[in-house]
């Protein structure tokens, strides 16, 4: 079955840096596009970045370009988010999820049990 376990949450003071990761399993990983969303306590659900099957195309929220970085690493099955210039509004539980197949964008069925990061001084 689908498996998505993500990595890498913590606590980082404003202007630091996390690297999340998410292990996928249970799939043709390079056949898929995938996300990562995050969701902040009494806020919706919200793309951060996708990322096509084979990483040639990316997409980021206007909230985090320039700062966070999407990448992944298909011999490994290894989704990866690198997270600069952190600020305090950064703060969510972050998800790793499937996209569609053999394309970039979002995704409904599956997702990772999600990893805490906390932005504060």
């Known amino acids: 079955q689908v498996q998505l376990v993500e990595s890498g949450g913590g606590l980082v003071q404003p202007g630091g840096s996390l690297r999340l990761s998410c292990a996928a399993s249970?799939?043709?990983?390079?056949?898929?596009?995938m996300n990562w969303y995050r969701q902040a306590p009494g806020k919706e659900r919200e793309l951060v970045a996708s990322i096509s099957n084979l990483g040639g195309r990316t997409n980021y929220a206007d909230f985090v370009k320039g700062r966070f970085t999407i990448s992944r690493d298909n011999v490994k099955n290894t989704l990866y988010l690198q997270m600069n210039s952190l600020e305090p509004e950064d703060t969510a539980a972050y998800y790793c999820?499937?996209?569609?197949?053999?394309?970039?964008?979002?995704?409904?069925?599956?997702w990772g049990q999600g990893t805490q990061v906390t932005v504060s001084s």
């Open positions: 999820n499937r996209g569609p197949y053999w394309d970039l964008g979002p995704g409904h069925d599956y």
């Open positions: 249970g799939f043709t990983f390079n056949t898929y596009g």
